[in-house]
């Protein structure tokens, strides 16, 4: 073989390694990117679900320091809360859109939020200012509230947060 064809195969050769090793180095560039991308939108989601179940616990925190001192300016963060809580599922449910099953968990919170406000925080609520008014005593407010019905709703609440969360984290993505 004459040493012209000689260089032209071992140029051609490493020349052919070179685009092998690009396509390759690009393949592996290309699925990192991907993977920090997921890993955004995972820790973005965890993040948004930590602040909805914040939201919760203010407007709990909220609801027990107005039944506690029937003072209404313990009721702010409770009605801040509303507000935020509806924008912030809404971000959340766009988010994790392509995974039906979070999907199906943010619906079952927002059931649940809406069950506590229906049949513990509002009627709770309207409770203590009663006592306020003196149209009821204190025993009877302490009698409702001693049957923990929001206690239950928002701890099954707080095991769907919990169950969610790990599942973001087990995933490593959130579709």
């Given at each position: 073989?004459?040493?012209r064809?000689?260089?032209?195969l071992?140029?051609?050769?490493?020349?052919?390694?070179?685009?092998?090793?690009?396509i390759?180095?690009?393949?592996?560039?290309?699925?990192?990117?991907?993977?920090?991308?997921w890993?955004?939108?995972?820790?973005?989601?965890?993040?948004q679900?930590h602040h909805?179940?914040?939201?919760?616990?203010d407007?709990e925190?909220?609801?027990?320091?107005?039944l506690?001192?029937?003072?209404d300016?313990f009721?702010?963060?409770?009605?801040?809360g509303i507000?935020?809580?509806?924008?912030?599922?809404?971000?959340l449910k766009?988010?994790?859109?392509?995974?039906?099953?979070q999907?199906?968990?943010?619906e079952?919170?927002?059931?649940?939020?809406?069950?506590?406000?229906?049949?513990a925080?509002?009627p709770e609520i309207?409770?203590?200012?009663?006592?306020?008014?003196?149209?009821?005593?204190?025993?009877?407010?302490?009698?409702?509230?001693?049957?923990?019905?929001?206690?239950g709703?928002?701890?099954?609440?707080?095991?769907?947060?919990?169950?969610?969360?790990?599942s973001?984290?087990?995933?490593?993505?959130?579709?």
């Amino acid at each position: 073989m004459k040493l012209r064809t000689q260089l032209f195969l071992g140029y051609s050769l490493m020349f052919l390694f070179m685009i092998i090793s690009s396509i390759i180095a690009f393949r592996g560039q290309d699925s990192l990117s991907t993977t920090e991308k997921w890993i955004s939108h995972t820790h973005s989601a965890i993040a948004q679900a930590h602040h909805i179940e914040k939201t919760l616990l203010d407007m709990e925190t909220g609801e027990r320091g107005f039944l506690i001192t029937g003072n209404d300016h313990f009721l702010e963060p409770y009605d801040n809360g509303i507000n935020q809580y509806e924008d912030s599922l809404k971000k959340l449910k766009v988010q994790v859109s392509d995974n039906l099953v979070q999907v199906q968990k943010l619906e079952k919170i927002d059931v649940l939020v809406k069950k506590w406000h229906k049949l513990a925080a509002t009627p709770e609520i309207a409770k203590r200012r009663e006592v306020m008014t003196g149209a009821k005593d204190a025993k009877y407010l302490q009698v409702i509230l001693t049957k923990g019905v929001g206690k239950g709703i928002l701890d099954e609440m707080r095991q769907i947060f919990d169950t969610m969360i790990e599942s973001f984290k087990i995933d490593g993505n959130v579709r």
